[in-house]
């Protein structure tokens, strides 16, 4: 059975950390999408949600392209070049210590020795029935042997690592031993997978044969821990630790159960207008995802300086409460004035929208065929704005009623993906992935992002949830892992980066 290129893991091993769970959704947000797991907030009062303050573009330092040292092979206990040792002999040599105690202590750690729980086997026969890609996988020594999927490895500790040390350029010595790039990256990622952990968005569980991922008629995923993570959180996120302070972060970007751990290092959304986010209307947001709306537009999309009008009447086609909305840029102020019958003036109106933005409404019961007048001014130097009618509330963006302005955005984010370890340093650019994720921003009157709505291909492929190291005093790393010392190896690792 062909190996998979990427390593995918159970969450429990992913983050060991403390990680946010999540919450209640506060009032006036929507349960899904800027609950507690998502709200970046709770990792800090320094993110930044304005659109307009936010960064289009950006990347941090470029992480190190790694293997997930699959456990099957037993982890780092695995000999990668076949003229070698594998890296945990290395180690115990070059530090005077015992080459059994420490391979023993890296299969319980992290390989085949620590899998007692799982079905014994004798060959890949045994296994057909697990149904998880197994293989009848033993332990250096060949005394246990478990069917362990072939997916399983330590990519939570390699895609950390990748982002948090110098990368080794060349090979070292110590006491005689020759350790290569592909030996430091190994033991490395090993003592990464004891750190502790930042985190937002949940877990997909979901996704399996047994436990697929639903979808409403709009193509929208039902089940609400498989939405994340949420979009406006993903776009915080991005914006604040690659734009503004070019820091990349591990994605789980598999948005079901299985959790592919990758470092992410870049962006850019390539969708701007005018070097600027795209804005659309409120209907726009609802086509874009999924809904529908019987809004019809009285006034095309109008360019207005500073005290021009445009006016025009309209003929109620229903009974009920008429909603004629105003909607424009970001940029620039229309004021709205209806009145019943014609005549409608800056003196003379039933009902006015005098606010400071471009988006504002004006509510009347209505009978149908009754005529109404209306009358937009501009209040701004510049506005840009379309009139809409609409009944109750047929034009209602129910998945966030407190979002006021809506962006269209269309991201391309790099990470890297699992390289083979080998003697020489791997090229960053080699192993470089990009993703397009298709998204609806939702924000404020103020506009500040208040959540978001994956869109198109992104409700099925987006990251299921982020994660980044979090220092204790001057390390990552709590300390020594299955006999391993951090220091003796970060020493060996420094030496091979300069």
Same mark, same amino acid.
């Given at each position: 059975?062909?190996?998979?290129?990427?390593?995918?893991?159970?969450?429990? $091993?992913?983050?060991?950390?403390?990680?946010?769970?999540?919450?209640?959704?506060?009032?006036?947000?929507?349960?899904?999408?800027?609950?507690?797991? !998502?709200?970046?907030?709770?990792?800090?009062?320094?993110?930044?949600?304005?659109?307009?303050?936010?960064?289009?573009?950006?990347?941090?330092?470029?992480?190190?392209?790694?293997?997930?040292?699959?456990?099957?092979?037993?982890? =780092?206990?695995?000999?990668?070049?076949?003229?070698?040792?594998?890296?945990?002999?290395?180690?115990?040599?070059?530090?005077?210590?015992?080459?059994?105690?420490?391979?023993?202590?890296?299969?319980?750690?992290?390989?085949?020795?620590?899998?007692? &729980?799982?079905?014994?086997?004798? /060959?890949?026969?045994?296994?057909?029935?697990?149904?998880?890609?197994?293989?009848?996988?033993?332990?250096?020594?060949?005394?246990?042997?478990?069917?362990?999927?072939?997916?399983?490895?330590?990519?939570?500790?390699?895609?950390?690592?990748?982002?948090?040390?110098?990368?080794?350029?060349?090979?070292?010595?110590?006491?005689?031993?020759?350790?290569?790039?592909?030996?430091?990256?190994?033991?490395?990622?090993?003592?990464?997978?004891?750190?502790?952990?930042?985190?937002?968005?949940?877990?997909?569980?979901?996704? +399996?044969?047994?436990?697929?991922?639903?979808?409403?008629? #709009?193509?929208?995923?039902?089940?609400?821990?498989?939405?994340?993570? +949420?979009?406006?959180?993903?776009?915080?996120?991005?914006?604040?630790?690659?734009?503004?302070?070019?820091?990349?972060?591990?994605?789980?970007?598999?948005? +079901?159960?299985?959790?592919?751990?990758?470092?992410?290092?870049?962006?850019?959304? !390539?969708?701007?207008?005018?070097?600027?986010?795209?804005?659309?209307?409120?209907?726009?947001?609802?086509?874009? =995802?999924?809904?529908? #709306?019987?809004?019809?537009?009285?006034?095309?999309?109008?360019?207005?300086?500073?005290?021009?009008?445009? /006016?025009?009447?309209?003929?109620?086609?229903?009974?009920? @409460?008429?909603?004629?909305?105003?909607?424009?840029?970001?940029?620039?102020?229309?004021?709205?004035?209806?009145?019943?019958?014609?005549?409608?003036?800056?003196?003379?109106?039933?009902?006015?929208?005098?606010?400071?933005?471009?988006?504002?409404?004006?509510?009347?019961?209505?009978?149908?065929?009754?005529?109404?007048?209306?009358?937009?001014?501009?209040? $701004?130097?510049?506005?840009?704005?379309?009139?809409?009618?609409? &009944?109750?509330?047929?034009?209602?963006?129910?998945?966030?009623? *407190?979002?006021?302005?809506?962006?269209?955005?269309?991201?391309?984010?790099?990470? =890297?993906?699992?390289?083979?370890?080998?003697? @020489? $340093? /791997?090229?960053?650019?080699?192993?470089?992935?990009?993703?397009?994720?298709? &998204?609806?921003?939702?924000?404020?009157?103020?506009?500040?992002? %208040?959540?978001?709505?994956?869109?198109?291909?992104?409700?099925?492929?987006?990251?299921?949830?982020?994660?980044?190291?979090?220092?204790?005093?001057?390390?990552?790393?709590?300390?020594?892992?299955?006999? =391993?010392?951090? *220091?003796?190896?970060?020493? %060996? +690792?420094?030496?091979?980066?300069?």
């Amino acid at each position: 059975m062909k190996i998979l290129p990427f390593c995918l893991f159970l969450f429990w $091993a992913a983050c060991r950390g403390a990680p946010i769970q999540p919450g209640a959704a506060q009032p006036g947000q929507k349960e899904d999408a800027w609950d507690t797991a !998502n709200n970046p907030s709770h990792l800090g009062d320094d993110f930044i949600y304005a659109v307009y303050a936010l960064p289009t573009e950006g990347e941090a330092p470029p992480p190190i392209p790694g293997d997930y040292w699959p456990t099957y092979r037993d982890s =780092i206990n695995a000999k990668w070049d076949s003229e070698q040792p594998s890296p945990v002999e290395k180690y115990a040599r070059a530090f005077g210590k015992d080459v059994t105690q420490v391979m023993d202590a890296v299969s319980y750690a992290q390989g085949v020795k620590s899998l007692d &729980y799982r079905k014994a086997c004798t /060959s890949d026969e045994d296994c057909s029935d697990q149904n998880d890609g197994s293989a009848c996988a033993a332990s250096y020594d060949g005394a246990d042997k478990r069917c362990v999927p072939r997916w399983w490895g330590i990519c939570h500790g390699w895609a950390p690592y990748a982002l948090s040390e110098p990368a080794a350029k060349h090979s070292v010595k110590r006491n005689g031993v020759t350790f290569y790039p592909g030996d430091l990256q190994a033991l490395m990622s090993l003592l990464y997978t004891d750190i502790d952990s930042a985190m937002l968005a949940t877990r997909c569980e979901l996704g +399996n044969h047994d436990h697929p991922v639903g979808s409403d008629p #709009s193509g929208r995923t039902i089940e609400s821990s498989c939405r994340d993570m +949420n979009a406006g959180s993903w776009h915080v996120l991005v914006t604040n630790k690659m734009g503004l302070h070019h820091q990349g972060f591990v994605l789980d970007q598999s948005a +079901n159960y299985e959790v592919w751990n990758q470092p992410g290092w870049k962006f850019k959304i !390539n969708n701007l207008v005018n070097r600027r986010l795209k804005q659309i209307s409120r209907y726009e947001a609802i086509k874009k =995802i999924g809904g529908t #709306s019987s809004a019809t537009q009285v006034m095309p999309s109008t360019q207005l300086s500073a005290d021009a009008t445009q /006016s025009g009447s309209y003929s109620a086609t229903e009974s009920g @409460t008429l909603h004629l909305r105003l909607f424009g840029t970001r940029e620039g102020d229309g004021d709205l004035y209806v009145k019943r019958g014609d005549g409608v003036s800056l003196n003379d109106f039933d009902c006015v929208s005098d606010g400071w933005t471009s988006t504002e409404t004006c509510s009347l019961d209505v009978q149908a065929g009754e005529e109404l007048s209306w009358l937009v001014v501009g209040s $701004a130097r510049q506005s840009t704005v379309a009139l809409y009618a609409a &009944y109750g509330d047929s034009d209602a963006y129910k998945l966030n009623p *407190d979002a006021t302005y809506f962006w269209e955005v269309e991201m391309e984010f790099t990470f =890297i993906s699992e390289a083979s370890p080998s003697r @020489t $340093a /791997s090229e960053t650019a080699h192993h470089a992935t990009s993703k397009r994720y298709s &998204y609806v921003l939702e924000t404020d009157g103020y506009q500040r992002i %208040l959540g978001g709505e994956w869109v198109g291909d992104s409700r099925g492929d987006h990251p299921d949830f982020v994660w980044w190291p979090v220092k204790q005093g001057n390390s990552f790393v709590r300390g020594d892992t299955a006999m =391993i010392s951090y *220091d003796e190896v970060k020493s %060996l +690792n420094d030496e091979a980066s300069r």
